[in-house]
């Protein structure tokens, strides 16, 4: 096999396995989810963004009550995860937790829990 060759089966082997790591996930989402702590489904959007670092941050405006949560998070390969807060509340003095979502194209699917609690709930993001 030539040189050529093998850099067409490098670039084709990229392009099958390795898109996931270079999917972007900035940008505006409408978001669906499930609440088992307070078995309440909800609706809303979320706008991540990138900032400095690869650090992620994330603005949930949702059919809560509160209704909006802020996050920053990591991506690795076809996962990103956020840390939330309510918005204006410290870590702690409020709702916070852990949301893991994987990354399906323009989909971000995952679960989350909240801090104190011992339930898993769902959320599924479409991107605008």
């Given at each position: 096999?030539g040189?050529?060759?093998n850099?067409?089966?490098?670039?084709a082997?990229f392009?099958?396995?390795g898109?996931?790591s270079?999917?972007a996930?900035?940008?505006a989402y409408n978001?669906s989810?499930?609440?088992?702590n307070t078995n309440?489904s909800?609706?809303?959007?979320?706008?991540i963004?990138?900032g400095?670092?690869?650090?992620?941050?994330?603005?949930?405006?949702?059919?809560?009550?509160p209704?909006?949560y802020?996050?920053k998070?990591?991506?690795?390969?076809n996962?990103?995860?956020?840390l939330?807060?309510?918005?204006g509340?410290p870590?702690g003095?409020d709702?916070?937790?852990?949301?893991?979502y994987?990354?399906k194209?323009?989909?971000?699917?995952?679960?989350?829990?909240?801090?104190?609690?011992?339930l898993?709930g769902?959320?599924?993001?479409t991107?605008?």
């Amino acid at each position: 096999m030539g040189v050529s060759m093998n850099k067409a089966m490098s670039s084709a082997f990229f392009l099958l396995f390795g898109s996931f790591s270079l999917q972007a996930v900035e940008g505006a989402y409408n978001v669906s989810g499930f609440d088992p702590n307070t078995n309440t489904s909800y609706t809303g959007t979320v706008t991540i963004t990138k900032g400095e670092n690869e650090i992620y941050d994330a603005e949930w405006n949702l059919s809560l009550d509160p209704p909006k949560y802020l996050g920053k998070g990591l991506k690795s390969d076809n996962q990103i995860s956020f840390l939330y807060q309510t918005d204006g509340k410290p870590f702690g003095a409020d709702t916070t937790g852990l949301q893991v979502y994987k990354i399906k194209g323009d989909t971000l699917e995952g679960n989350f829990i909240v801090y104190g609690e011992s339930l898993v709930g769902n959320e599924t993001l479409t991107k605008k």
